[in-house]
Antibody
Framework: QVQLQESGPGLVKPSETLSLTCTVS????????WSWIRQPPGKGLEWIGN???????NYNPSLKSRVTISVDTSKNQFSLKLSSVTAADTAMYYC??????????WGQGTLVTVSS | DIQMTQSPSSLSASVGDRVTITCRAS??????LNWYQQKPGKAPKLLIY???SLQSGVPSRFSGSGSGTDFTLTISSLQPEDFATYHC?????????FGPGTKVDIK
């Protein structure tokens, strides 16, 4: 059974960089696309971007200037960096496996709060 | 980018009711449409992919239909565990977008 687990700081200061890692277990990261999605409190889902195991990426145009997604196949992990954060970036952040026909495995999510 | 809308934004229904949720894309997305269920405090769960294919393990009371710009998620007989928020998502473009969600609660 594939499992995903997000990890990283739960509190980030304004203007700093948010960094999260998603660890994949029960299966290899060396296939499929791997996505980051976020959900501000009480709001809908926003897709941030994804990465193929080879390193090819796609980003949400509204976040593209601030987002970097990377993959470490040796650790079965992929990561998210979001720079110059503001309070608007406060959200639950999820990682997910994208088969090309929907995201069928998700992490439990990690809440990131942007505050000084 | 492709905008997704859903209607209604919320609905109240009773156990046993037939429930229909609509999702509309701002342009033709063929059948690249997925549906998710999300319960409070939980991650979304994939229900339907490619507009009408049932994800493994999902009860058959869930079904999806549509193509092009208009899509429907139907729950044939609402069960207590189905009270949740439902999201549609297009995967036609390399920039995925979600609908705003439809909350289904108890009448």
């Amino acid at each position: 059974q594939v499992q995903l687990q997000e990890s990283g700081p739960g509190l980030v200061k304004p203007s700093e960089t948010l960094s999260l890692t998603c660890t994949v277990s029960g299966g290899s990261i060396s296939s499929y696309y791997w996505s980051w999605i976020r959900q501000p409190p009480g709001k809908g889902l926003e897709w941030i971007g994804n990465i193929y195991y080879s390193g090819s990426t796609n980003y949400n145009p509204s976040l593209k200037s601030r987002v970097t997604i990377s993959v470490d196949t040796s650790k079965n992990q992929f990561s998210l960096k979001l720079s110059s954060v503001t309070a608007a970036d406060t959200a639950m952040y999820y990682c997910a496996r994208d088969t090309g026909l929907g995201m069928n495995y998700w992490g439990q999510g990690t809440l990131v709060t942007v505050s000084s | 980018d492709i905008q997704m809308t859903q209607s209604p934004s919320s609905l109240s229904a009773s156990v046993g009711d037939r429930v229909t949720i609509t999702c509309r894309a701002s342009q033709n997305i063929s059948s690249y449409l997925n549906w998710y269920q999300q319960k409070p405090g939980k991650a979304p769960k994939l229900l339907i992919y490619a507009a009408s294919s049932l994800q493994s393990g999902v009860p058959s009371r869930f079904s999806g239909s549509g193509s092009g710009t208009d899509f429907t998620l139907t729950i044939s007989s609402l069960q207590p565990e189905d009270f949740a928020t439902y999201h549609c998502q297009q995967s036609y473009s390399t920039f995925f977008t979600f609908g705003p969600g439809t909350k289904v609660d108890i009448k």
